[in-house]
């Protein structure tokens, strides 16, 4: 059982447009990471969000935290082909310490 | 400031034999933590060390085991190899004795290492 479920697998758009990849999960993190990982490289932390609620903005990339602390979002506007990556979500449970579980991933490729 | 290392960046072994895996964590940080990750998937948490000692353990056999020197630098060693342990080895360190949650708790990926079972 996959304890969170990342959506979509795979997105393919074109450079200027905006998407969102979603984390959902039945389970309530203490904190929700998420990662950008380019081939040959380790996952690279992009933000941690930790109260129900919150969002955070890096540049043009918007993360939430659900209400619940169950879910969670990124949304990217006007996309860029830089931006071409495979996006991770992965939480941290009260009971786990730093334990990470990790979503499936989302494979974003930008077209110029 | 150094980042996460390890070595080797790659590696090529034979159904049965053991591999060793090396890790040195991010300055200042004490606890190290191992993640396999199959391609086209998401990290599967394997352990964590945390003074010297196996603080927590993932869906793992025992084939998989792992150690931290004084240092903080850690190894995680693969016993009678199997193809479907062809993956991408993360470690990741925190500093997860010091300094308060949420920002101890954060962790920092090495590059990995690439393991491929033949």
Known sequence: ?112 | DAGVTQSPTHLIKTRGQQVTLRCSPKSGHDTVSWYQQALGQGPQFIFQYYEEEERQRGNFPDRFSGHQFPNYSSELNVNALLLGDSALYLCASTAGGKGHAPAKNIQYFGAGTRLSVL
Do not use: M
């Open chain 1, 1 to 112: 059982t996959q304890l969170l479920e990342q959506s979509p697998q795979f997105l393919s758009i074109q450079e200027g447009e905006n998407l969102t990849v979603y984390c959902n999960s039945s389970s309530v993190f203490s904190s929700l990471q998420w990662y950008r990982q380019e081939p040959g490289e380790g996952p690279v932390l992009l933000v941690t969000v930790v109260t129900g609620g919150e969002v955070k903005k890096l540049k043009r990339l918007t993360f939430q935290f659900g209400d619940a602390r169950k879910d969670s979002s990124l949304h990217i506007t006007a996309a860029q082909t830089g931006d071409t990556g495979l996006y991770l979500c992965a939480g941290a449970r009260e009971t786990s310490g730093s334990r990470l579980t990790f979503g499936e991933g989302t494979q974003l490729t930008v077209n110029p």
